[in-house]
């Protein structure tokens, strides 16, 4: 057996090291289904406390949205529990296609092609469309599945600091002589809440013979005036090459991603995209529910002028509260603590007010820049806000850093 | 020191830094984490068309482009 003392010691090490280093993550156990108001076992073992959920990607209210629940229902009536296949054996239905075509509809492209998650279309992407001769140049602040993406496949690598336009520019400049550029950012960054410059990339895009990655996973069904997505607020629906997003966020919150974008590019990915290939189709429920999803978000624009109000109410409460947040106006609201303990404490102490928010610190975000990450959903009533406001008053005031500057919250807790 | 330590620690600073962070010619570059592995590329291309040489992917090594001072070795290994 392999598996010696030894090997168990090596482990052992390392897991202690992180709970030293306070990098462990702990789940928490929900008894509820997803929803402003959830119950949550934390610690485990302990009671169970009814909260109000404020970080969750829950973005439309569609997680438990009972017109979607009943359409998964009719599908798993109607189409079965699991197809027990890849798609190009047997695992495509006429939901599949039919999924993938409304996609196409809702944000304005040419093609789609479904990915058991979004994670694996952005890891199969690159590796699919791109060979040594070409480039990637991507923000420096993509999210992790894209890097992952990045590193299979075999085309050069670069990267321009966070939305800095100048030095895409210099970039793109510097790799002129490459056959395919792909310029590869983010739609809404998870982080800080902040929007590409979609209108400035399509410019330099054109301007260099570059082709645009954008991964709208925390924008798509809310992002734009109909909700189609960060293409859709900046004005350049139809000129992005690729955009990945995922149907477990705003789109219904079960699971599922995909590509979209140039019919071509779409065709690379069915033949040669190693996730699609090589892994389960999704679910036949889960299609059902994001079709159903899709069919809701088209009829009304309801549920993310919702969502654009809630934010509006929530950013400007926190402001009156006299706390810092990062400009901006997505669902995203960080608040800013800069202290990795003062962020844990004050997300330990809004729990205890029955609010659900985590604090965020290095190395996920920058050293110094520890904060609460709050996400506002269109399923959160006013009186859901109001009373995560009062608790955020509340504790605030315990910490005393309402009305205070950055610099003086730094002083006071440290970097 | 000489011009070309000079443009390379300004080009390492322009590029990577993002802070006040103070550089020497002999600041660890990658293992120190201010250039990450990825941009590397931006720097050897960026050495390729300033002093017109190539350099072979097998010898820029994570090692190799560790300091100022590292580069610069290599650098004038290539220049004619
Ligand atoms: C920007 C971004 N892209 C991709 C993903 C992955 O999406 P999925 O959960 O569908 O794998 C996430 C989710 O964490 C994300 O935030």
């Keep these: 057996m392999a598996f010696t003392e030894k090997t168990r010691g090596i482990y052992s090490e390392i897991l202690t090291g992180l709970k030293d280093a306070g990098l462990f993550k702990q789940e928490r156990y929900i008894h509820s289904s997803q929803a402003a108001d959830i119950e949550v076992e934390f610690p485990t073992g302990a009671p169970l406390k009814k909260v109000i959920n404020i970080c969750a990607n829950n973005y439309l209210g569609m997680s438990s949205h009972p017109e979607v629940v009943k359409a998964a229902h009719e599908g798993l009536d109607s189409h079965g529990y699991g197809m027990s296949s890849v798609r190009f054996i047997c695992g495509t239905q006429d939901i599949h296609r039919t999924l993938e075509q409304m996609v196409t509809k809702f944000l304005g492209t040419e093609d789609t092609i479904l990915f058991p998650s979004c994670m694996d279309a952005n890891a199969g992407v690159f590796e699919a469309v791109l060979t040594k001769d070409d480039v990637m140049i991507s923000d420096r602040l993509v999210h992790a599945s894209i890097i992952d993406g990045i590193r299979l496949c075999s085309a050069m690598h670069d990267t321009f600091k966070h939305s800095d336009m100048e030095h895409l520019e210099e970039k793109l400049q510097l790799h002129n002589d490459k056959r395919l550029k792909y310029v590869i950012t983010d739609g809404v960054f998870s982080m800080d809440g902040d929007t590409a410059k979609l209108d400035k990339m399509v410019e330099l895009c054109e301007k260099y013979d570059a082709l645009l990655f954008v991964d709208d996973s925390h924008s798509s069904g809310f992002i734009g005036k109909t909700g189609r997505g960060t293409h859709e607020q900046y004005g350049v629906m139809g000129k992005i090459d690729i955009i990945t997003t995922t149907f477990g966020k705003g789109l219904g919150g079960a699971s599922g991603g995909c590509v979209s974008g140039r019919k071509e590019i779409v065709e690379m990915c069915r033949q040669k995209a190693r996730p699609y290939l090589f892994s389960n189709t999704i679910a036949p429920p889960v299609v059902a529910g994001v079709i159903k999803v899709l069919e809701i978000l088209s009829a009304s624009t309801d549920r993310r002028d919702k969502l654009e109000s809630n934010t509006a109410f929530w950013r400007k409460g926190l402001i009156d509260a006299g706390l810092i947040i990062k400009a901006g106006d997505t669902p995203i609201v960080p608040v800013m603590l800069f202290n990795a303990k003062l962020a844990q404490d004050v997300s330990r102490d809004l729990y205890e007010e029955g609010i659900y928010a985590i604090g965020f610190f290095f190395p996920v975000v920058p050293q110094g820049q520890a904060r609460i990450r709050t996400q506002i959903s269109a399923g959160h009533e006013l009186h859901h806000l109001e009373k995560a406001l009062e608790a955020f008053r509340k504790v605030g005031k315990k910490y005393d850093i309402l009305g205070k500057s950055k610099q003086e919250i730094i002083e006071r807790y440290g970097m | ?80």
Excluded at chain 2, 15 to 38: A, K, N, R
């Design chain 2, 1 to 80: 020191m000489d011009n070309m330590h000079e443009i390379i620690k300004a080009y390492v600073i322009k590029e990577y830094v993002e802070d006040d962070t103070e550089l020497t010619y002999d600041s660890p570059l990658i293992s120190g984490g201010i250039v990450d592995s990825f941009s590397m590329v931006s720097l050897k291309r960026f050495l390729e068309n300033k002093y017109n040489i190539s350099i072979p992917d097998d010898k820029a090594t994570p090692e190799a482009f560790d300091s100022v001072n590292k580069i610069c070795k290599l650098v004038s290994e290539y220049v004619k």
